[in-house]
T-cell receptor, first 113, second 113 residues
Framework: DQQVKQNSPSLSVQEGRISILNCDYT??????FLWYKKYPAEGPTFLIS?????DKNEDGRFTVFLNKSAKHLSLHIVPSQPGDSAVYFC????????????FGKGMKLTVNP | ETGVTQTPRHLVMGMTNKKSLKCEQH?????MYWYKQSAKKPLELMFV???????ENNSVPSRFSPECPNSSHLFLHLHTLQPEDSALYLC????????????FGPGTRLTVL
């Protein structure tokens, strides 16, 4: 049973436009959410995170929104750049003192020049 | 070397072989992790070590045996594996103490014949 779901396997956008990546979760005990980016032949790299007590966190072109009532978070990339093309993973921390992260399957973003 | 390194990057082994994966982190972190990523599946946490002590074993079969001799090194000893164990094995580290961000190595692509 997947606790973190990224239901769309891929997204294609034009350079300069907004990319919106979505993630849904089922466990209301998750206390922290993270986005990771992965290029081929490399390990995932941390992008941005948000605590469950917040609803928005912004870092440059990247903004993460959290809707706890809907158990939904999204990553907005504005403006999108070709270098953003990668696989993006949503992850959630189990909480309760655990360092365990639960990951989604990932979504492949392609930004076309 | 910086960050998290993993060796070998690729490994092909038979079901009767014994091999080991190595991970080293140069970040001064206290926690280290092994993850497995199978095709079209989310990253799955296997083991967590904090200050060299195993704090999480995510119901991993005993043919996978982790070893953490110090906070900078993590090994995954493999023996009598099955073809379904073929996957990308990722090592990660974090500062520990409920700091969220984990830093990943590039992974070892394992094929079991």
């Amino acid at each position: 049973d997947q606790q973190v779901k990224q239901n769309s396997p891929s997204l294609s956008v034009q350079e300069g436009r907004i990319s919106i990546l979505n993630c849904d979760y089922t466990n209301s005990m998750f206390d922290y959410f993270l986005w990771y980016k992965k290029y081929p032949a490399e390990g995932p790299t941390f992008l941005i995170s948000i605590s469950s007590i917040k609803d928005k966190n912004e870092d440059g072109r990247f903004t993460v929104f959290l809707n706890k009532s809907a158990k939904h978070l999204s990553l907005h990339i504005v403006p999108s750049q070709p270098g953003d093309s990668a696989v993006y993973f949503c992850a959630a921390r189990v909480g309760g003192g655990s360092e365990k992260l639960v990951f989604g399957k990932g979504m492949k973003l392609t930004v076309n020049p | 070397e910086t960050g998290v390194t993993q060796t070998p990057r690729h490994l092909v082994m038979g079901m009767t072989n014994k091999k080991s994966l190595k991970c080293e982190q140069h970040l001064g972190h206290n926690a280290m992790y092994w993850y497995k990523q199978s095709a079209k599946k989310p990253l799955e946490l296997m083991f967590v070590y904090n200050f060299k002590e195993q704090t999480e074993n995510n119901s991993v079969p005993s043919r996978f045996s982790p070893e953490c001799p110090n906070s900078s090194h993590l090994f995954l000893h493999l023996h009598t594996l099955q073809p379904e164990d073929s996957a990308l094995y990722l090592c990660a580290s974090s500062q520990g103490g409920l700091v969220e961000e984990q830093f990943f190595g590039p992974g070892t692509r394992l094929t079991v014949l």
